[in-house]
């Protein structure tokens, strides 16, 4: 049976992305931190980093 993806709400996302981008932690360091997969948090993270090359 296969796993129903998780929602993440914006707030948190937010938390975890500065964690990374701004506090200088990496992908495998937040995900420890905040019980989360990496792979997840890198997909925020590259999101972040986009978005902020967009402006």
């Known amino acids: 049976m296969a796993k129903k993806p998780r929602h993440y709400s914006p707030e948190l996302q937010a938390e975890v ?5 701004d506090d200088g932690h990496t ?11 990496a792979e997840t948090i890198r997909n925020w ?3 972040e980093k986009e978005k902020r090359k967009g402006n």
């Open 17 to 21: 992305v500065k964690y990374v981008l």
């Open 45 to 47: 993270v590259n999101a």
């Open 27 to 37: 992908c495998a360091q937040a995900a420890r931190a905040f019980n989360l997969v």
